[in-house]
């Protein structure tokens, strides 16, 4: 059975490097390690228990590959696969399908083998970064925006927020459009359909004017493009009236959208942007204007990174920064916020909708599917971990679908829309759920009472053996000693209904 928490954390193994071309593979002759790991980061458990010998080999082994780590002894790789083999292969009910028929879908009646393409970014650069990344098994990929400017990016031009154990959290970027020229963009694209017909190719363009958006697009269309994306929502063109700017301006949306469906006649999907209140009005927009589809959504205006010595936010470019755009799994619940929107808009029903923002693991572009993404795009994550990640994202989503009785993916598509309002008004009010703390867990830090001393409700205290005691006449259930105990020995437990309140 899938958990909805990995029965492993990523807590566990946080000193792994993830390595490529990993020096543990290489001291290991009946295990892959790296490949265990990797599937253990990306919360993939239960497939890398169907990838087990049926019997632990580490029960006999010296721990060479803990040895041979880049970080000696630091990362505890035995006991991990100790732990598949003890804890979660005993739950683990269905095992991985040999085929990915479950994973096939399309993208506005074009078949995709499944929904994970690259996003138009760096990751989808060149032809040699798109071709290895359909080798290693994604569908397609939305190539970097090809416009007809003159770009010449800075140096440098990323900067991150880490999380506790490093690995990134936020990412934050002020990249432009493909310095490629036109001319050698459209070649790329007619090797890609030649040398991977079976492979998705999502044009990106920007235009600036009405002229230029139809040219690229059907420019695109006659080099090879399965579909045409138009970039109304970059952040770092928005001098002129391009990118962001055009995005904000439901009008521009629908003028340059029809400019494209004029000239081509493969579909359009509008990427739209994050930095609105709404995206609805530039969504109906783009549908007026002949669009296809959406995409959403692009990287969130930011800033990250303020030294406090120079004064000057990251990226710095010789002393000065600039407004750039934030990605990565931080900006995912901003994403599934935008998403759940579109999907919820009768408006666009019948719109294929290209889901991303911040998808790491297949169970975060399971959550884009719910809302109503048809496919999913994916940058930040390859960037930090490579194209490798699509085996888990295939393997974990595949399994899923499995388990859950589902033939195709295109059966969960906005599943979870049901569940979703935009506004808490609807939410019932009358029943509090207490927490339940499990003794054999606690280890008495008293976190629940500080936080609920100092955040909540006051109604834990620490007894005299440092172990948390509710006055359930104070808990309102609120649980937030649920979310910040360290040991996760706070859960949801009894509930209480409370009187209706009469009218005097």
């Known amino acids: 059975m899938i958990q909805n928490e990995p029965l492993i954390k990523r807590s566990e193994m946080i000193r792994c490097a993830l390595c490529s071309d990993a020096p543990c593979d290489y001291v290991c002759s009946r295990l892959k390690p790296s490949a265990l790991l990797r599937s253990l980061w990306f919360r993939n458990e239960q497939g890398a228990v169907s990838r087990l010998p049926e019997i632990n080999p580490c029960l006999r082994c010296d721990g060479a590959c803990e040895r041979s780590c880049v970080r000696p002894g630091e990362v505890p790789i035995r006991r991990l696969i100790g732990r598949l083999y003890d804890e979660v292969r005993p739950v683990t009910e269905t095992v991985v399908p040999e085929g990915e028929e479950r994973l096939r879908c399309d993208l506005c009646g074009i078949p995709l083998e499944n929904p994970f393409l690259l996003s138009s970014s760096v990751v989808a650069s060149t032809y040699d970064m798109c071709a290895r990344a359909f080798e290693a098994g994604w569908a397609g990929a ?46 790329i694209f007619r090797r890609l359909k030649q040398n991977y017909p079976e492979k998705f190719i999502l044009a990106s363009i920007m235009g600036q004017n009405e002229e230029e958006w139809g040219t690229l697009a059907q420019q695109c269309e006659e080099n090879g493009a399965d579909a045409v994306e138009l970039n109304f929502s970059c952040p770092n063109m928005a001098e002129g009236g391009l990118g962001a700017d055009i995005g904000q301006i439901p009008e521009l949306v629908e003028r340059f959208t029809s400019a494209a469906r004029r000239s081509c006649h493969i579909p359009i999907l509008a990427k739209l942007t994050p930095n609105v209140a709404s995206m609805n009005p530039a969504a109906e927009a783009a549908r007026r204007g002949g669009a296809d589809g959406l995409a959403a959504i692009n990287t969130i205006k930011s800033v990250v990174g303020l030294n406090i010595h120079t004064y000057v936010s990251a990226p710095s470019v010789h002393g000065l920064s600039a407004v750039g755009g934030y990605s990565g799994n931080a900006v995912k619940p901003i994403a599934l916020r935008f998403i759940g929107e579109l999907g919820h808009n009768p408006a666009l029903s019948g719109m294929h909708l290209s889901a991303m923002g911040g998808v790491e693991t297949w169970q975060d572009a399971l959550e884009f599917l719910l809302l109503g993404g048809a496919s999913i795009q994916v940058t930040t994550a390859v960037m930090q971990y490579g194209y490798r990640i699509i085996d888990d994202l295939k393997e974990g989503l595949n399994l899923y679908l499995a388990e859950k009785g589902y033939a195709s993916v295109k059966e969960i598509i906005g599943a979870g829309l049901d569940s979703l309002d935009s506004s808490t008004d609807a939410l019932e009010r009358d029943t509090v759920i207490f927490p339940k703390f499990h003794r054999d867990r606690c280890i008495g830090c008293g976190r629940c009472e500080l936080s609920c001393m100092d955040g909540g409700h006051q109604a834990i205290r620490m007894n005299e053996k440092r172990r948390p005691v509710l006055n359930a006449k104070r808990c309102v259930g609120c649980h937030l000693c649920v979310l910040v105990c360290p040991q996760q020995a706070v859960t949801a437990g009894n509930k209480r209904i409370l009187p209706v309140k009469r009218e005097p």
């Open 142 to 187: 939305c190539f970097k925006t090809i416009c007809s400017m003159d770009i010449h990016e800075a140096s440098p031009r990323f900067s991150a927020i880490a999380g506790d154990g490093g690995s990134i959290i936020g990412f934050k970027n002020i990249e432009q459009l493909s310095d490629h020229s036109v001319a050698e963009n459209m070649e």
